[in-house]
């Protein structure tokens, strides 16, 4: 009986109704979440239809959200075993369907390259002034609390603290220094605005904030707009409190405090994941056709160096062309501040040559597959001459 | 024999006879060289090209038509161009500015009514109030703005543009180049020409001997740059045309254009031959003339199905193939005036979609001889060449290629891929079209051409399979080369998986004997809707990275034609003649 519901199982799981069933429903997460991109942002809409094994919705009348439809990611599962179950049992070493076999396992590489892809990839950007020496990423939507020791100008310590860890109330320790910060108030997303004379008292005491208004803002929720990310907190070192800061990434102007002759530095900026070797940017050329804006071309000049691997040397990225190293690839991706300032977005794939194994995969499975086609056709045509 | 068989291609030798006489260069009007005029060299939008096209496309966005009715005769790109730039007040007279929205008509207190046409002079005196409310409506993002909104928006664009034009080689409201000529070095002078350089639209003096390719000058700066020194002779000729089309005097007309011709071929003589081919390639319009040819043969197909089949249908086949000659004659001569691979926008995707569905419909209808062939072929012709004429109102069909865009590799592969898979894709849902109108209106079904038609879409859904999935892979390879992902679910990459897969679940239907005759047809007009969708709907969203081409009116017709196709889906669905008494 077992046997016989096991064997009815994989039947089903290989059968070509889940198939069909299966890409039905991609197809209208698809549009889902192509009409959902105008209201939620791309990343948003993708993360809601596609990267997610249910799609949840808060219905009206009912407290908690609902399960509305199947995910992306479980249509992708299903679709994935569902081939390998059909490229299993069907598998036979018949000429004829063999090319069609190896484009179906290429499709299943090509879902599995995006499981990877949403799973591991790491976008984030490097800013570089012309003339600048860079040695870390920015990420587009983390912020971090950094505080720097800046007493030494030659040698800057540096502590970040991720803004998933600041919550109002939090009291946290910077390791290796004496100070720990207390989280008064946190705001993902805020607006400032200099304080009238109507307003309550700012919480800070201390800097700039004392004169800023801060509203709480709803979390940018479009790829075009980035939190203002602002926090109240008091750093207390030696059971001495240095009164309480705002920190802004809308605040520019250094905000320092010093505690036993050390110097230290607050500010609220992207999220900095540092590198093990260092991007100059030489020069940044950026062409418009002529009479027009109409960007023509776009290239940064940067010199990479990485003394622990002894290598040094020039690096020309531009539009189509990316420096691939350490994992990363560096692309050209906007510019700014009158063309010395060359913004290049970084992104971090360890599945990125899936897709590529797999479009191999499927073009051989098509040349296989039409060539056997062909081939029987024009020995069909021949017998069919020589009966006649 | 013979004679049959040459009455067979006489119609399309008639039609390519027809088409050869438009190249014809036009005489003189009033004894102006107008055309001459027309092939001057501009640098306008970031490409050079001759003043005729510089007048046609700002035609088109103004007008909507490349020729102005005025007085009971038709004004031509080149003559109207001449009036906005040396009689504005003639220009200003003429009816121009094509109006539809009720509520921008009653901005200006007018009446809706069968002259949707409008002078300049009409507009102008509530040019401050469009403004304002063009002002207004600009802050919006596209899709928020209500009808009225984008109306104004788009009237206000299409004034600035006039007023670029009438302020490019001279200011509107001066008394003419000769007189800018005269006061140069006065104090008054300068910010006068500084208003030129700053308005104008287009440069229409070459670079001087030994500087770069791209120094072009408008009139503006030209005159700046002579300060209180002799100008380029350039200028002087520049002026001799204006002053002789003002004052009437067309030999002085004739002798400028032509030292100023004479001047750029010495400087610039590539920029001369590629303004004198665009000319003739502007003039054939040949995507508008293989519409017309396209009509033809499908009415001579129609008649094929009433009177003489045997002379008829092969008759229509040959007006098809040489609409196809046109339309592939079009496509080439874009290739070589642009450098570019045959899709570099919106526009050139639907001369190319249609052309690819048409050469589809003719190896279709050599195989088949059944005269199908080519009622699909000369409708999707026709089809996509009528969008692509909507499409051109856009302005320069040739604008140059964003940097991101600029890779003829991937232009001419991932791009040319896809759009032969919309093509593919369209044609399967006309065939399918074509199969549930005869269901219904043919007096007999043949099984056997019954039987043609299915093997027919089943063979063109496999192929638009094979290249919407090619060309899609292709995208993904190119966005990870420039972009730094393979798939970032953009909504363009979207429309082109739902293409994907819509394809392949008819497939896999198919195979799985789920749909047979009337299942897998319907699909395949369903198919029409997921790529209508997947080529314009998208841009209609006005978000992602591949919204170059917004559109505000098309959305209407998009609709339409989803709502066709849907009521097409239920006449397939629906037993033969179900309208029908039942005699049984």
């Avoid at chain 1, 905000?255 to 607050?266: K, V, W």
């Avoid at chain 1, 073009?363 to 020589?386: C, D, M």
């Avoid at chain 2, 035609?59 to 004004?75: A, D, H, Y």
């Amino acid at each position: 009986l077992i046997r016989r519901f096991a064997s009815r199982c994989w039947s089903a799981l290989a059968s070509l109704q889940v198939t069909i069933v299966a890409l039905i429903l991609l197809m209208a997460l698809v549009v889902l979440c192509t009409l959902a991109q105008t209201e939620l942002g791309t990343l948003g809409a993708v993360n809601t239809y596609m990267r997610s094994m249910v799609v949840w919705r808060r219905l009206q009348g009912i407290p908690f959200p609902m399960p509305l439809f199947p995910g992306g990611a479980l249509v992708g599962l299903v679709l994935v075993a569902n081939l390998t179950a059909a490229l299993i049992r069907r598998f036979e070493f018949n000429p004829r369907k063999f090319g069609l076999w190896v484009v179906h396992a290429g499709l299943i590489l090509l879902v599995a390259g995006e499981f990877a892809t949403g799973a591991f990839q790491v976008d984030t950007r490097m800013s570089i002034n012309v003339g600048e020496t860079v040695n870390y990423l920015e990420s587009y939507h983390q912020m971090e609390l950094a505080v720097s020791d800046v007493t030494d100008p030659a040698h800057t310590e540096e502590y970040g603290i991720p803004d998933s860890k600041l919550k109002a109330g939090a009291a946290i320790s910077l390791p290796g220094t004496p100070l720990t910060l207390k989280v008064k108030r946190f705001y993902l997303n805020a607006e400032l605005a200099p304080r009238a004379d109507g307003d309550p008292p700012s919480m800070a005491d201390r800097g700039v904030g004392a004169g800023v208004k801060v509203t709480e803002a709803a979390p940018a929720a479009s790829d075009k707009e980035v939190n203002a990310t602002s926090a109240f907190v008091e750093p207390v070192a030696g059971g001495r409190s240095y009164g309480t800061w705002l920190v802004s990434t809308m605040l520019g102007a250094p905000q320092t405090f010093i505690h036993e002759g050390r110097t230290y530095l607050l500010s609220m900026r992207a999220r900095r994941y540092y590198l093990p070797y260092t991007v100059t940017l030489k020069q940044f050329s950026h062409d418009s056709y002529a009479g027009t804006d109409i960007p023509k071309n776009f290239s940064s000049l940067v010199h990479l160096s990485n003394p622990a691997r002894g290598e040094e040397r020039d690096v020309l990225i531009y539009m189509n062309q990316p420096l691939r190293y350490d994992g990363k690839a560096f692309y050209q991706a906007s510019y700014g501040k009158g063309d010395t300032l060359s913004i290049l977005q970084v992104v971090s794939n360890p599945g990125w040559l899936l897709p590529y194994l797999s479009c191999a995969l499927i073009t051989l499975g098509l040349l296989i597959h039409f060539g056997i086609t062909l081939f029987n056709a024009i020995k069909r045509r021949q017998v069919a001459e020589g009966a006649a | 024999m013979r004679i049959s068989k040459l009455f067979t291609w006489l119609p399309g030798l008639l039609v390519l006879a027809a088409v050869l006489a438009t190249a014809v260069p036009p005489g003189r009007i009033r004894g102006f060289d107008m055309d001459a005029f027309g092939r001057t060299p501009v640098l306008e939008g970031g490409r050079i090209k001759p003043l005729d096209s510089v007048a046609r496309n700002a035609l088109l966005m103004i007008r909507s038509k490349q020729g102005v009715p005025f007085e009971g005769r038709e004004l031509g790109p080149d003559e109207w161009i001449l009036d906005v730039l040396f009689r504005p007040e003639a220009a200003d007279a003429q009816p121009v500015f094509v109006i539809n929205d009720p509520d921008v008509l009653g901005l200006m207190g007018l009446k809706q009514s069968a002259n949707r046409y409008f002078s300049f002079a009409t507009i102008e005196p509530h040019l401050q109030e469009i403004a304002s409310q063009a002002r207004a409506a600009e802050g919006l993002e596209s899709v928020q703005r209500s009808r009225f909104q984008n109306a104004v928006v788009n009237l206000f664009q299409r004034l600035v543009l006039y007023n670029q034009l009438e302020n490019s080689v001279q200011l509107a409201d001066s008394p003419g180049l000769y007189a800018e000529l005269q006061a140069l070095g006065t104090p008054e002078a300068v910010q006068r020409q500084k208003n030129l350089a700053d308005t104008a639209r287009f440069r229409i003096l070459p670079p001087l001997p030994g500087q770069s390719g791209d120094a072009w000058q408008n009139t503006g700066e030209a005159l700046l740059a002579a300060g209180s020194s002799a100008p380029q002779p350039a200028l002087i000729s520049l002026a001799l045309v204006s002053a002789g089309y003002k004052a009437a005097q067309p030999e002085a007309f004739n002798r400028g254009v032509a030292e100023l011709q004479g001047l750029t071929a010495n400087i610039r003589p590539q920029a001369l031959r590629h303004a004198n081919s665009e000319i003739l390639f502007n003039r054939i319009q040949p995507f508008y003339l293989g519409m017309v040819i396209y009509v033809l043969a499908l009415l001579t197909l129609f008649g094929s199905w009433l009177w003489r089949r045997d002379l008829l249908q092969p008759a229509a086949f040959s007006i098809l193939a040489a609409g196809a000659l046109v339309h592939t004659t079009g496509l080439v001569s874009r290739i070589i005036l642009q450098g570019r691979p045959p899709v570099t926008n919106l526009y050139s995707s639907a001369v190319f979609v249609g052309w690819a569905a048409v050469i589809l419909g003719i190896i279709l209808e050599r195989m088949y001889r059944k005269g199908f062939g080519t009622a699909v072929a000369a409708s999707a012709g026709f089809a996509s060449l009528i969008v692509a004429h909507h499409l051109a109102m856009e302005g320069d069909t040739m604008e140059m290629m964003r940097a991101v865009l600029d890779s003829n590799f991937w232009l001419a592969t991932h791009v040319v891929s896809v759009t032969i898979g919309y093509s593919a894709t369209f044609l399967a849902g006309i065939i399918a079209i074509a199969y549930t109108l005869r269901k219904h209106i043919a007096p007999e079904l043949d099984p056997a051409t019954t039987r043609t038609l299915v093997d027919m879409t089943y063979g063109i859904v496999c192929f638009a399979l094979l290249f919407s999935f090619v060309g899609t892979v292709l995208g993904g390879i190119w966005a990870d080369q420039s972009w730094g992902r393979f798939w970032g679910w953009d909504p363009k990459e979207n429309g082109a998986l739902l293409i994907v897969l819509w394809n392949a679940i008819i497939l896999h239907c198919r195979w799985g004997d789920y749909i047979r005759e009337k299942g897998l047809m319907a699909c395949a007009i369903f198919g029409n809707i997921i790529t209508s969708l997947s080529w314009f709907g998208v841009n209609m969203l006005g978000i992602g990275l591949h919204s170059y081409g917004f559109m505000d009116q098309a959305f209407w017709a998009l609709a339409w034609f989803i709502a066709s196709q849907a009521v097409l889906i239920g006449l397939c669905l629906m037993p033969r003649r179900f309208w029908a008494p039942r005699t049984n």
